[in-house]
Structure formats: structure tokens, C-alpha cells
């Protein structure tokens, strides 16, 4: 069975500073890895998606994130975050694209100006 | 744009009575997952159906059950509604040969 754990619930960010979401997973077989963003009151937007290959993914909104296989993580990054950055970010884990998705608990990523 | 519509977008219901929200997936797409978002948490897998019959299951009793039509189209039927099954309710649509679930806006359901 897949896990997702997201280690910080909350965090506070100036505008114009860099940001760093962590995500670590666990699983006994190769998944597939997802950042998702959902802003108030509205569903899920996919920021970007680790399949296989390159390590390194570059999403939408200047959002990336590392995928690292002997440490299980895949956290996400941003050099510089705007207000509009505000949102709840959830990390996610599936064996294939039709498989169940398995969502960590998220952080709240607040952007303060 | 995901293609990915539920209706309908907002629900009040009393508890004890039945609801049914609906799912049209993406053209294509044959699977259909359901999740419930609870406030301050993330998405817990319900159950998923793929070509009409179910193909798995989260930690959900008998009253969530499900249905998907033949256009692959679903519905998600809970009885007996509790004031813990206030949540936003997501449906997601799938292919064999795609790269990820596409998810809908959700359902906001309110039990009061």
C-alpha cells in the first residue's frame, strides 16, 4: 500500500521568497507522483506530475518539484511566491494513471505580503 | 480544461435522507474514481468503477454505493446521510493510456 506524509501543515511565506513544500511517500512498488493545488472553495489543479526520466519537473505557475528515490520525497519549489500563491497544496501517490490516488494531508501555503 | 463535470455544485440535505451526485468524465475515459475532501484534510479515495462495475473500494460502509452508466457516466448514492458526511465530494476520470486522473470542481455537501 502507497502512504503520502506532508511534513509541515502550515507555512507562512513573505512575498517575493522562496518556498520549499516537503512530501515524503512510501510505497513497495514504482508510482507515479502528483502536486495538486486547490484554492478556496474550488477543486483540484494539477501543478505537475513526476512520471519517470528526469528527475527534476518544472509545472505550471513557476512551481517545480525534485523526485528522489533513496530518500522517497518529491518536494516542491518555488524561487519566488506571489499572494496569489495562497493555497492548499497536496502531495499525491498512484501505481498508474487509473489506479486510486492516494493524497497526503496537505499544506496551507500562506503568502504574506 | 479537464472535461470533468459534477453536479450539482452545492447541496444542503437533512440528516437521515438520501443524496445523489453525478460525474460526466472526460470523452475517452472509462474509470471513475470518487473522493471525499473532508474540511482541513485531503482527498480519501470511496470507491472507483471501470467499464459499470466496481474495481475497488476505500474505507467506506455499505451506505456509499455507486453506479457508472454505459456513456461512463457516474453517480454516487449515500443513504442515511450522517453530519460527518459533510465534505466536498470529487469525481475523477481516467484512461489505460493516459498519464493521470482528471478531477472535476466537486460536490460541496452539507448535512445538517
Known amino acids: 500500500a502507497q502512504s503520502v506524509t506532508q511534513l509541515d501543515s502550515q507555512v507562512p511565506v513573505f512575498e517575493e521568497a522562496p518556498v520549499e513544500l516537503r512530501c515524503n511517500y512510501s510505497?513497495?512498488?514504482?508510482?507515479?507522483l502528483f502536486w495538486y493545488v486547490q484554492y478556496p472553495n474550488q477543486g483540484l489543479q494539477l501543478l505537475l506530475k513526476y512520471l519517470s526520466g528526469s528527475t527534476l519537473v518544472k509545472g505550471i505557475n513557476g512551481f517545480e518539484a525534485e523526485f528522489n528515490k533513496s530518500q522517497t520525497s518529491f518536494h516542491l519549489r518555488k524561487p519566488s511566491v506571489h499572494i496569489s500563491d495562497t493555497a492548499e497544496y497536496f502531495c499525491?501517490?498512484?501505481?498508474?494513471?487509473?489506479?486510486?490516488?492516494?493524497f497526503g494531508p496537505g499544506t496551507s501555503l500562506s503568502v504574506i505580503p | 480544461e479537464t472535461g470533468v463535470t459534477q453536479s450539482p455544485t452545492h447541496l444542503i440535505k437533512t440528516r437521515g435522507q438520501q443524496v445523489t451526485l453525478r460525474c460526466s468524465s472526460q470523452?475517452?475515459?472509462?474509470?471513475v474514481s470518487w473522493y471525499q475532501q473532508a474540511l482541513g484534510q485531503g482527498p480519501q479515495f470511496i470507491f472507483q468503477?471501470?467499464?459499470?462495475?466496481?474495481?475497488g473500494r476505500g474505507n467506506f460502509p455499505p451506505r456509499f454505493s455507486g453506479l457508472q452508466f454505459p456513456n461512463y457516466s457516474s453517480e454516487l448514492n449515500v443513504n442515511a446521510l450522517e453530519l460527518d458526511d459533510s465534505a466536498l465530494y470529487l469525481c475523477?476520470?481516467?484512461?489505460?493510456?493516459?498519464?493521470?486522473?482528471?478531477f472535476g470542481q466537486g460536490t460541496r455537501l452539507t448535512v445538517v
Open positions: 510505497s513497495s512498488v514504482s508510482v507515479y
Open positions: 468503477y471501470y467499464r459499470e462495475e466496481e474495481n
Open positions: 475523477a476520470s481516467a484512461s489505460g493510456g493516459g498519464t493521470e486522473a482528471f
Open positions: 470523452s475517452g475515459h472509462n474509470t
Open positions: 499525491a501517490v498512484t501505481k498508474t494513471s487509473y489506479d486510486k490516488v492516494i
